[in-house]
């Protein structure tokens, strides 16, 4: 063989077309759970014109876990998500990702970078572009200039995209327009266009609100799946999805953590029922 057929060789070996070029894969962030923990949350307070939207909150999440956040309109669930990808600064208190990533100091893109992932209540698909091609949108790739020169799909990428196809329940709708699915599956969509970035947190606002019981069901289905091998916050007002889906429910009032525990330690508990109903419990199906 001469040298320049050794060359050829060596380079094809190297990069093989059936696999993503090691320099166009985005670096793994390494995320320490050490201690089981993902997310640390400790004296968060953030005031807006003197009203403390956050007072002091301390929330701590397991690696794997599937939390739900409930709590009454103006509780700080949205202001505490907001803190957390870097939407709104805080005034004070810390914020750990893993025990070495402080997001206090990072801007959403940065935080974004790192994993987490945020689903805002409305689905935000690309509605003229196929599920498919929404997906691939969604990939975590560098779009820096190397990734545009060669941006053909690799076959990693595409078994990614069936992959999520397949997790969100939408592998018979790849071509279909997004416009065109029903609310449901579009919010299931937006979740996969999460999970194609891989993020290893997950914040999901009010998956199930405009549902119908069968897509509501089905999402429960969905996210309880995905946790494990994530983390997955869910902030929701319907309580009979949250018995569903919930280990540990915390919820919120005025800006601080007021209960923590399962869904009949919450129902049960007696600053709950005072704050929320008067002396009648939680009852299923009911908002808070
Ligand atoms: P909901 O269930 O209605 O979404 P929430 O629990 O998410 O409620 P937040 O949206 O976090 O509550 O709001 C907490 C409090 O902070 C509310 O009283 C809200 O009016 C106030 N607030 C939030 N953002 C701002 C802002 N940018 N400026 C002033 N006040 C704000």
Redesign the pocket.
């Known amino acids: 063989m001469s040298a320049n057929e050794n060359t050829v060789e060596s380079f094809r070996e190297t990069f093989r077309r059936d696999q993503v070029w090691p320099f166009l894969t985005p670096a793994q962030t390494k995320v320490n759970v050490d201690n089981q923990m993902i997310l640390y949350v400790e004296d968060l307070n953030l005031s807006?014109?003197g009203?403390k939207?956050l007072n002091n909150l301390n929330l701590y999440v397991n690696d794997g876990e599937l939390r739900c956040l409930i709590?009454?309109?103006?509780?700080?669930?949205?202001?505490?998500m907001?803190v957390i990808t870097g939407k709104?600064q805080c005034d004070s208190g810390t914020v750990f990702f893993g025990q070495t990533h402080n997001l206090l100091n990072k801007d959403e893109a940065a935080i974004a970078q790192l994993g987490i992932g945020r689903k805002f209540q409305k689905p935000t698909v690309f509605e003229e572009q196929s599920v498919f091609d929404n997906l691939e949108l969604s990939l975590k790739t560098d779009k820096g200039v190397l990734p545009t020169l060669f941006s053909r799909l690799t076959p990693t990428q595409i078994d990614r995209i069936d992959e999520v196809l397949k997790i969100v329940g939408l592998a018979k709708h790849r071509f279909m327009l997004a416009g065109a699915l029903s609310h449901g599956q579009k919010q299931w969509l937006e979740i996969g266009m999460l999970l194609a970035a891989d993020p290893r947190l997950l914040l999901i606002d009010e998956p199930v609100a405009g549902m119908t019981p069968q897509e509501t069901e089905k999402t429960a289905e969905l996210l309880t799946s995905l946790a494990g091998e994530r983390t997955v916050i869910v902030?929701e007002?319907d309580m009979e999805f949250v018995r569903s889906i919930a280990r540990t429910v915390t919820v919120?009032h005025q800006?601080s953590v007021l209960a923590e525990g399962t869904m009949d330690q919450i129902q049960s508990n007696r600053d709950v029922i005072e704050v929320y109903l008067g002396e009648s419990e939680i009852a299923e199906g009911e908002e808070v």
Request: charged share 15%; no cysteine; hydrophobic share 40%.
């Open positions: 807006f014109d009203f939207a709590g009454a309109n103006g509780a700080g669930k949205t202001t505490l907001d709104t902030v007002h919120l800006g």
